[in-house]
């Protein structure tokens, strides 16, 4: 072992005690899934924090996966704003994807890598009670404001983590697919990213990780060095309103707002196709993509008070 490892052993170690016996909700996207070697890598980063004592919960997307299969059956996808519309053919592909192939191939990855993983959808235990959305205005990246019916989705109306608390408990990994059910028991699908921060909210989670194909927030998307490394809640909605924050980052935006007003002490935006962008994230202070937290946290950060991640 290298003068280099045993220094990286030592600076993670005070993280390690830190995080020990604390609740992690990650959610994975599906474009990171679809990536070559990228669910693997991510399973061993997973396997490593399971190992650690650290309570996670996965939350995985699925879009990239629905739309091919869409397209395949003669369905074009169509998705405003960074939300999909899901007529009801759609959502029969997202039961059959999302909920199967692609959460069936990423527990299976986890199983392998000793992790004692268990995958569900927010249906099961009654963990999501949605309610389906009314056609609504938006703001298409780009346009005017327009009315949209997103069909088969739903916003949610209610959560019951006594499942997850369980398993959790009992030192499993959950593995949640985005649908939930209405009050009739009537499925719907739901934003992935939504479902994240709302189980980060009601597990009083230590931290929300966002993992997509992307560094975290760009001020241009076409920009990787222009990464924003810390922002505050105040510093997001500015730059949700003047336009900076666009397509699939901005559900992810919002879902971190709600995360941190719901008392979710720090929410993270990174590149989950980057090799050890968890690790990095967590055990290091300098980070590799956006940490979000409420304005109480950045002023406790900036005085030196709190470590970096």
Known sequence: MNADTIRALRGALGYSRQYRGRTFVVKVGGEVLAREGAAERLAEQL???????????????????????????????????????????????????????????????????????????GI??????????????????????????????????????????????????????????????RPLNVNADTVAETLAVALGAEKLLFLSTVPGLLRDPDDPSTLVPFATPAELAEMLEDGTVTGGMRPKVEACLRAVAGGVR????????????????????????????????????????????
């Open 266 to 309: 720090r929410t993270h935006l990174l590149d989950g196709t980057r090799p050890d962008a968890l690790l990095e994230e967590l055990f290091t202070g300098a980070g590799c993509g956006t940490m979000i937290v409420g304005r109480r946290e950045a002023d406790e950060y900036a005085a030196g008070e709190l470590s970096g991640a």
């Open 124 to 185: 099961d235990g009654g963990l999501l009670v949605l309610r389906r959305r009314p056609p609504v205005r938006v703001r298409p990246d780009g346009g005017g404001e327009m009315e949209v019916d997103f069909g088969e989705v739903g916003d949610v109306d209610g959560c019951d983590p006594a499942l997850l608390s369980t398993l959790l408990d009992a030192g499993c990994v959950p593995v949640v697919s985005p649908l939930g059910a209405d009050a009739t028991g």
């Open 47 to 121: 396997a490593l924090l399971d190992s650690l004592s650290i309570r996670l919960v996965v939350v995985h997307g699925g879009g990239p996966q629905v739309s091919a299969w869409s397209r395949r059956l003669g369905i074009e996808p169509r998705v405003v704003a960074g939300r999909r519309v899901t007529p009801p053919e759609v959502l029969e592909v997202s039961k059959m994807v999302a909920a199967g192939s692609v959460r069936v191939d990423l527990v299976a990855l986890l199983v392998r890598h000793g992790v004692r993983a268990v995958g569900l959808t």
